[in-house]
């Protein structure tokens, strides 16, 4: 199958290792295609165990994806790290404002998905709840969902809150808060978690699954997709 980002120039010196229902990866997706970067793609079964496996760990010791091979064979690891390599190495059109205090706060949205929300509902801890703490898949789920709306609870006041936030997170263009929020949601819905309390943030997401370069990062456009 194709590659299904959208590219406008192809950089075959890189290559993404990627997981479509991984919101990390998602997050690289949606910024090689704001970027208009077409690049070779692999794929890391995660629900195998694929990321475990010797190649890979030789590859990203820490055993998750995305991981992006750049030239000379260099290995980059953590989405928010390969996105800002993606914006300093493409600058347009700009994923952080040049503003330093803007600039702070749209990364600190996005840490605020990447480093307190996304965490705690990765497939690796919910696996472990469950085969290691012996919790039951109930326990599990009311696990997932108490962080989900904690986070997403602080999320919606935030926005909200600020006048810098208009029809993306920050100001009228995408930004890396954007590129965070989006797969996040993604998640929450697939989990049936009702997002009716924050319609701040669905209005967003509405606003940049518009665009087609989020609309083609989806998981189910990708062409590793399962049911």
């Known amino acids: 199958m194709a590659n299904a980002l959208l590219p406008n120039a192809v950089v075959p010196a890189m290559k993404l290792y990627d997981y479509f229902r991984s919101s990390a990866a998602y997050r690289v997706r949606i910024a090689l295609n704001l970027k208009g970067l077409g ?3 692999a794929f890391v079964h995660l ?5 475990r496996e ?23 690891a953590q989405s928010l790290a390969i996105i800002e390599y993606l914006d300093e190495t493409h600058p347009e059109p700009p994923l952080l404002p040049a503003d330093p205090a803007a600039r702070a706060r749209v990364r600190g949205i996005a840490l605020e998905i990447a480093c307190d929300i996304h ?7 919910l696996r472990y709840l469950t ?10 789920d009311a696990w997932y969902r108490y962080w989900i709306d904690v986070g997403l609870e602080a999320l919606e ?3 909200v809150r600020d006048a810098a936030t208009g029809r993306y997170c920050h100001g009228e263009q995408p930004t890396l808060a954007d590129i965070c929020l989006v797969p996040q949601l993604a998640n929450a819905r697939r989990a ?31 062409p590793d997709a399962e049911a």
């Open 39 to 41: 690049i070779e793609r």
């Open 119 to 125: 965490p705690l509902d990765n497939l690796r801890v």
């Open 192 to 222: 049936g978690i009702d997002l009716s309390p924050f319609p701040t943030l669905t209005r967003i997401e509405a606003a940049c699954t518009a665009l087609p370069e989020f609309a083609a990062a989806e998981p189910s456009k990708q």
């Open 157 to 159: 006041m935030r926005l």
């Open 54 to 76: 010797g190649d890979y760990l030789a590859l990203n010791p820490q055993g998750l994806v995305p991981a992006l091979v750049i030239g000379g064979g260099a290995v980059l």
């Open 131 to 140: 085969s290691t703490l012996g919790l039951s898949e109930e326990q599990k």
């Open 47 to 51: 629900r195998r165990n694929a990321q």
